[in-house]
């Protein structure tokens, strides 16, 4: 019992010691049989006064002093000084408020509130929202916080205490006290706390989200955080994904988050910076592309050449020129050197830029135009053969192998150091044979060839008994047709046709009758001697000297007779002018 009620009972017991005031209320036909008192007020006794025609207790002090059931009749009939007029909801007490308390809590009143629902009730001592009832809620309807569901179903009917316990509110179901098998939807949550106006995507809880958890776009990270504890929009903001980080993060991705986080980009770079549209992981080790390099990796941009990663060259590997060494070396190992003209890469053993140590094959890779390696294996030569070879040596070859020894040996199985080619026709010089041509190591006398004479054609001192000519150095050292004088001081052109002397034609030819046997007027052999001083005939002569055909007539000697006519004529012809 609070103290209000106390201070009324009280004064309720006071006021009871005196007559009623009288009502009319409980008048029926001039009596008051209608009128009602309590359970036990069985010594209660109603008057009725003719006058006023009302009914009032005869004597209040008979009210027990703990009435059970008492009656609006007899609350009227014996006020109290505070005008306690009538009986409480419990009929134990009379009560002041401002209407009677029948009505309180049948839901057929009106106009109820705080202070009569109080004055009425111990326990329904709030007034409905309505006013037309008072009812059991634990605070007064009227209240700004501390709303709990059950106080709400009392002061407003089908309504649940909001989250905060601020309102009431007309959710589906209770904010604060949500079943576990039903799912929140956004109306709700926007009824119960409009702090948290959507329902999560699990339907489980309201939250803070700026928008409807099942939307298709517009996520950001912390509405997604609201959502779907744990996830982030994706990229395209069409969703949120369980990624392990923010979508828009510039550090530490992962292929999974890269999946999560984007439609597209499905693989994380190699440094983890961002997602990358390679059609493959970037950890992987085999089917590389440049392509796919530049995406994994910002600074390792081509795939090798073998395809199983990526490196840092300056150019692609399938590049078709431009290479060097270094290039070369990181898109294939096994191939580290640019060749010559930059085309290629080739696993020589030695940097094709090199100056020594020179071999076929690494020239073959590196300078396919330049085959074979110098004979000192400084360079590499487009000679036809290798610097090598043992045959088929020519001038040409012999230069590009080895500038020193230029030419080819005459059987062109080595180079020579010749002053001049082996193969020259002029201006040999005895060590020139020597070195082109071992087996003919003398040059011949008309320095246009090599021979093998018993001693040097060249620079002979016949006088010399060990270099005087033989017939066969006379046939070496010239040609064909050539014979020694007979004491060897010289050799003699057996078949010249002038510049001959008569013992020239007697060795060449013979000395037997019809040999040409002597030499004519043109140094020719033939069959007459042309120093006879008797016995000319024309034939001899004109074999002897053409220019002097005719034997005189005496035949000491040859003439030409066509000339002195000539001569005579001539002279005719002086005369004539001179007359
Ligand atoms: C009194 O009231 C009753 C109804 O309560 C009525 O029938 C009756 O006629 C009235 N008059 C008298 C004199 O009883
Ligand atoms: C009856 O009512 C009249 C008029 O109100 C009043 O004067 C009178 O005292 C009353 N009689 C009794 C016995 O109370
Ligand atoms: C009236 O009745 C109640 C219970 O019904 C009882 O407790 C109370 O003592 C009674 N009063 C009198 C005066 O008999
Ligand atoms: C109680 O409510 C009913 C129905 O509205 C009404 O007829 C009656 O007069 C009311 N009683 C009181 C004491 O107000
Ligand atoms: C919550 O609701 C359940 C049933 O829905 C009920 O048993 C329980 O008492 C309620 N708890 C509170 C604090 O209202
Ligand atoms: C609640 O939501 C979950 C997930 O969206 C769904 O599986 C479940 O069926 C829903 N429950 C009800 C009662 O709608
Ligand atoms: C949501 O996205 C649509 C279309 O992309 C746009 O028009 C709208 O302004 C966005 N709303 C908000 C709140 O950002
Ligand atoms: C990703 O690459 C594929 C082919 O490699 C291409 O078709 C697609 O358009 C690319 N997507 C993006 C987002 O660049
Ligand atoms: C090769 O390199 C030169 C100079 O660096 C450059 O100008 C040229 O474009 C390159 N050629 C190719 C095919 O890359
Ligand atoms: C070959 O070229 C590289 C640069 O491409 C250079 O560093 C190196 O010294 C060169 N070697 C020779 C022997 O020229
Ligand atoms: C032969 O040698 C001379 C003098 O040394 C020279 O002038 C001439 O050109 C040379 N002839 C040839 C064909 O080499
Ligand atoms: C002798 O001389 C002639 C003419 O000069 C020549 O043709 C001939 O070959 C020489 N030798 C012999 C053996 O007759």
Redesign the pocket.
Known sequence: MNFKLFILALSFIYQIFS?GT?ITTCVANQSCSQCTSCTNCSDIVW?Y????N?C?VADCSKIPSSPKGLTDNLCASCPTANGANFASSDGQSCVTSSQSCANATNGNGQNWNDIDCGKCSQTFQYANSKGTQCVYSSQSCSSQNGWIDQDCSYCFPNTFANSQGTLCVQSTQSCQNKSQVQNWSDSDCKLCNDQKPFATYDGQNCCASSQNCKSQQNWTNSDCTQCQPNTFASYDKSKCVPSSQSCSSNTGWLDSDCQLCFANLKYANTQGTQCVNSSQMCSANSNWNDNDCQLCNNSQTFASSDKTKCVNSSQSCSSASNWTNQNCALCSINTPFATVDKKSCVGSSQTCNSTSNWIDTDCALCNPKYPFASLDNNSCVNSSQSCTSIFGWTDSDCKLCSPSIQFASSDGTTCVASSQSCQSNSNWTNSNCQICNPSAPYANSMKNGCADPSVSCIGRDPTLASQVWTDNDCLSCYQIGYRALPDGSNCVNCLAKSGMSNSDCALCNGTDDGDNQFANSQGQCVAVNCQQTSGWVDTDCIVCNPKTPNASSDGTTCLNTSFIALLAATLINFLLFMI
Not at 49 to 52: A, I, V
């Open positions: 007559q009288g008057q006064n003719q006058s006023s009302t009032a």
